[in-house]
């Protein structure tokens, strides 16, 4: 098994591409060790000491590490962690365990306006998003505010109010005339 590594935008996080599907559907977000008992691998990710988040996209996993800890000493342990998990035959999520879609409902009057907002947050965001190592999940739009979750390497990444500000709500300024405002949301 040949696992490639990627740089992502965020210094803090690097991009695994494993050559396999990770998640067949969805992503799974795991913004501490507290969270990763829904995944053997990401439990095996996280003995990796020095490892603060982990996420599953498709087909790759990104890692963040503490800024005390350089990549040269963590890579080599996390490149063995991914390799080991694939090898044991184990489930990346346990029984029961699902990735999230990056999608909340909302109905009501906004109900097509939001059905706008997702539909170019899934075709024009997330894909680009994605090659970064990182994903965006929907929280809710409100009088013209569009409130978004950014996850993965997106997650603290100087360059992602960046991102938001001037991409995304750009972006969704421009289709959607009733957007005036994207801002962030901490989960």
């Known amino acids: 098994m040949f696992i490639q590594t990627e740089s992502t935008p965020n210094p803090a996080t690097l991009k695994f591409l494993p050559g396999q599907t990770v998640l067949p559907a969805g992503t799974a977000d795991f ?8 995944s053997p691998l990401a439990g095996r990710i996280f003995a990796v000491d020095g490892v603060t988040a982990v996420f599953f996209g498709n087909d790759f996993i990104t890692v963040t590490k503490t800024d005390m800890t350089e990549w040269d000493h963590i890579k080599p342990g996390i490149l063995g962690a991914i390799m080991e998990h694939f090898q044991s035959g184990l489930p ?5 365990g699902t990735a999230a879609s990056g999608h909340s409902e909302h109905t009501g009057e906004d109900g097509e306006i939001v059905g706008q907002i997702k539909e170019l947050l899934d075709t024009r965001v997330r894909p680009a998003v994605a090659q970064d190592g990182g994903d965006i999940t ?8 569009v409130y978004l979750h950014m996850q993965g390497a997106c997650a603290g990444c100087p360059s ?13 300024r421009h289709y959607i005339p009733e957007v005036t ?6 989960v």
């Open 31 to 38: 913004p501490s060790a507290e969270n990763a008992d829904a």
């Open 92 to 96: 990346v999520m346990k029984d029961g």
């Open 138 to 145: 929907f929280h809710g739009f409100d009088r013209g505010v």
């Open 160 to 172: 992602s109010t960046i991102t938001l500000k001037m991409g995304i709500e750009n972006l969704l």
């Open 181 to 186: 405002e994207v801002r962030p949301v901490g």
